[in-house]
């Protein structure tokens, strides 16, 4: 299939999972929402050579995985170009910091290799946290919380027709990269040279698309802000979740697991 | 009084352009009414649509709607009596679900959640739909697309339907299937197509545009059976009346 077919897909399937019928897709997008927030902040709030500590912090992920029924296989396969740039990222503090910090069974240990283990620990579980949250909760729905976090209309607005013009715009790409590609045999992709019609083309026709929905949002009653549909939430599951959370999530802040199991063993 | 109304009605795409693409058009349009506008490619069928739901409002002479002048001040007046389903039906869905989708005009007017949901179910009964609620959009056929566009408009409570080349791209089931659901809907209808066959089926009153300006405003048998005058404009005569002669 075609990559951009394929990323058009991918779109439509997170959504699908969004909808789907499943413990974590009745819970209040505030919930969630506010949840990972906090879960970020404390994750983000470790020293950088607390590494055991951080690594308590995986329990969260691997607990949503399993309720939400998220397959992790999928989740490391649709990120591993993130994890990969958040691995390059992180390789330079090897060659900055070489300052030996410690030996284990002879081998050197870097201040440089430490902060990598921690920035890499800290931006994958930020990433795993976000597809998290998104695996359950529609784009409409984390706008809806947004909005009622008091999240100015105008940027959540913003946010949906992003979302909404980008399926747009990759549409439209691919319509246009088949129709090259079925006139250029023999060729595996777009020839440099018509990169730039190409690219003006698909920006035209893009806009063209968007004013058409943009027409059509205003010719039912858009006036500059998405109304959002109240959904049947289980509200007092969403307020358990978010308390029961925000304690474990700040117990195992404050109480690193690994080092208390460690002790007992 | 009309439910629409056009006097002398001029339209240019830009001011400096010397050429109009609708001249001099005058016709009102009773309530009930199922009206085609027929015509060759570019004659400004679909022009006519967009200034009737103030798309377009750089219009010459006077258009109304339900005695609302089709201007700036006017168009939520007038959009909530007035719908327009698209000709390519991606461009108008654009939420996640049917019920999401239908529901965002009704939501948009501000209406409570219980009154949304009466309309929403409403609209898709009307439209034969209800089995869709749920349904993602990217899932739907074409014809189930457009019965969703249709549903969008009828649940705002739109009485005036504007339908452009309502029946392009539909294959002949979901094509039959259209033509029963529009006969059955109140209301004005205001439909362009080059789909002649369509038009004998849905519309009682034909206006054929031809150069900008009404070359015909009649009964919809007389000018489908009128082969000179079709052909005179570009147009064949339908399948329906060439096996009839």
């Known amino acids: ?265 | 009084m009309s439910r629409i109304e056009l006097q002398h009605l001029m339209f240019r795409y830009k001011r400096q352009q010397p050429e109009y693409v609708l001249k001099d058009l005058c016709m009102s349009v009773e309530d009930g009414q199922s009206v085609g506008i027929i015509g060759p490619n570019g004659v400004g069928k679909s022009t006519l649509l967009k200034i009737l739901t103030g798309l377009l409002l750089e219009y010459e002479g006077k258009a109304c709607v339900d005695g609302f002048a089709v201007q700036k001040q006017n168009l939520d007046q007038i959009r909530k009596k007035l719908g327009y389903v698209f000709q390519d039906s991606d461009s108008q869905l654009f939420m996640n679900t049917v019920y999401e989708d239908v529901a965002f005009g009704p939501l948009n007017y501000g209406m409570k959640e219980d009154e949304v949901k009466m309309r929403v179910e409403k609209a898709l009964c009307q439209t034969r739909i209800e089995n869709l609620a749920d349904r993602q959009i990217y899932r739907l056929s074409g014809g189930e697309k457009k019965l969703v566009s249709i549903a969008g408009i009828l649940a705002i409570g739109s009485d005036i339907l504007l339908m452009d080349e309502p029946s392009a791209a539909l294959d002949p089931s979901n094509r039959e299937n259209l033509i029963e659901i529009i006969r059955d809907l109140k209301g004005v209808k205001i439909i362009a197509s080059h789909d002649l066959d369509f038009i004998y089926d849905t519309c009682e009153r034909t206006v054929l545009l031809s150069g900008g300006r009404i070359a015909f405003d009649g009964d919809t048998k007389e000018v489908l059976r009128n082969r000179e005058l079709l052909e005179a404009n570009g147009l064949r005569l339908p399948l329906s009346f060439r096996f009839m002669n």
Not at chain 1, 63 to 72: A, Y
Not at chain 1, 203 to 225: K, P
């Open chain 1, 1 to 265: 299939m075609d990559k951009l077919d394929s990323a058009i897909q991918t779109i439509h399937q997170m959504e699908d999972m969004a909808e789907e019928n499943r413990f974590f897709c009745h819970i209040h997008p505030l919930a969630k929402v506010l949840v990972t927030l906090w879960y970020l902040v404390l994750v983000m709030s470790f020293d950088t050579y607390n590494l055991i500590g951080l690594a308590g912090m995986s329990l969260y992920l691997i607990i949503l995985f399993v309720v939400g029924e998220v397959s992790v296989k999928t989740a490391f396969r649709r990120l591993r170009l993130l994890f990969f740039g958040i691995f390059l990222l992180g390789a330079a503090n090897v060659i900055f910091d070489r300052e030996v910090l410690f030996r284990l069974h002879g081998f050197a240990v870097t201040g440089g290799m430490l902060s990598m283990l921690s920035l890499f620990l800290k931006a994958g579980f930020a990433v795993l946290a976000a597809y998290l949250l998104m695996a359950g909760t529609t784009v409409n729905g984390m706008c809806h919380a947004l909005r009622i976090m008091h999240v100015p209309g105008i940027l959540v607005t913003l946010v949906l027709l992003i979302y909404r013009y980008l399926v747009l715009m990759l549409k439209e790409a691919a319509r246009m990269r088949q129709a090259y590609l079925l006139r250029a045999p023999g060729q595996k992709g777009v020839q440099m040279r018509a990169w730039g019609s190409f690219a003006g083309q698909m920006l035209l026709r893009s806009m063209e698309r968007a004013e058409q929905v943009f027409d059509s949002m205003t010719l039912r009653g858009f006036q500059g802000e998405f109304p959002f549909l109240k959904r049947r939430w289980r509200m007092r599951t969403s307020i358990v979740y978010a308390v029961s959370w925000g304690i474990a999530l700040f117990v195992l802040r404050k109480f690193p697991i690994f080092y208390i199991a460690g002790g007992l063993l």
